[in-house]
């Protein structure tokens, strides 16, 4: 079995409708006996789809694959608005349907940079508080809007007043949000009814252990979902085979992977790792750009202001800043948790 020297990396999960994203941890924790498990990116509990998710000191990581992109597949259904903008909620307003065609004449709007208002019922703290806290304790709330990227917005499918969306949005945008405003756009309403994540920056759903317990998604199957998680699906996660799955899939972070959490990668010297790990005073000199060792990074200024470490050989070290000329540490990986000796 894995043990907590050894547990520190990535699993990409298939998060499961009916689950909260914390609950949806407890296999992970359970197959390599550690609580120090993270999640990089909350999934409301009706929602399902990808969460990568950080072990051991790799937890350290969460808020920069926090800030990736997003990709979704989400069933909205239009005549319709619930008080939280999805499900679960209880219907505050009826309009009338629209047609695809109205539809699609307002996608465009919502594609670009946008001002988005998030949900009322949201994780959003407003004055040290969670917005669905206030919101639910009686008080009236105002919450302003904010700058999201919309990348891609498509109507896959519509059928009854059920619209499936494909999109790729920036972080912090809100699908529920989303859903509304085209509603009102199209001169009636709307609310989700569900979503699943697709992608994390560079990371897919498709690559996900679990992904095989997710059910179909379309506007089929998805028009009227069951919200409660089901227990044969519990009862296979937390087998003996797929925990020894959740063991074989932790892996480090690799260079390819860090463009997604808006870092550099920067390549250390050999001779310089026990410098790095001890926390010596860094120098430029110690690193280069390439894992062959052929462009100084002391030729270049910075192009991020934080860089991802590696070692030669594609080992995950640590965490650097760039603040003018001067590189500071962010944090250093112990060389136990990778389970090197050595680079």
Known sequence: ???????????????????????????????????????????????????????????RLAPYFTAADKKYLAVVKFG?????????????????????????????????????????????????????????????????????EIYLLELLDFQDGYGLLEVHCSKGTYIRSLARDIGQAVGSCAYLVA??????GDFKLEDGLGLEYLQPFS???????????????????????????IQQSLRPLSPKETFSCSLGTLFLKPEKLYDFRNGKP??????????????????????????AVFSPTEIFLGIVKIQGCRIKYGFVVPGEANGDKGI
């Open 282 to 307: 860094l120098q430029k000199s110690w690193f280069f750009l390439d894992a062959k060792g052929k462009t100084q990074f002391n030729k270049l200024q910075g192009n991020f202001s934080e860089y």
């Open 80 to 148: 319709s608005e619930t008080d939280t903008l999805e499900v679960s909620g209880k219907v505050i307003k009826t309009g009338p349907v629209p047609t695809k065609e109205q539809i699609l004449s307002v996608l465009d709007n919502f594609k670009g940079s946008i001002q988005q208002i998030p949900p009322l019922y949201s994780a959003i703290h407003v004055e040290g508080k969670r917005a669905s806290d206030i919101v639910r304790s009686g008080k009236e709330l105002n919450i302003p809007s904010r700058q999201v």
């Open 195 to 200: 979503l699943r994540r697709t992608a994390v």
């Open 1 to 59: 079995m894995v043990n907590n020297t050894s547990s520190s990396g990535i699993i990409l999960f298939a998060k499961q409708s009916g689950l909260t994203s914390f609950s949806s941890l407890g296999a992970i924790k359970k197959a390599l006996h550690t609580n120090k498990v993270g999640h990089t990116g909350t999934l409301d509990s009706f929602a399902e789809g990808l969460m990568v998710v950080l072990t051991g000191s790799l937890t």
């Open 219 to 245: 506007i089929k199957s998805r028009g009227l979902p069951d919200l409660s998680f089901n227990p044969e699906v519990k009862d296979k996660i937390y087998s003996t085979e797929f925990l020894n799955q």
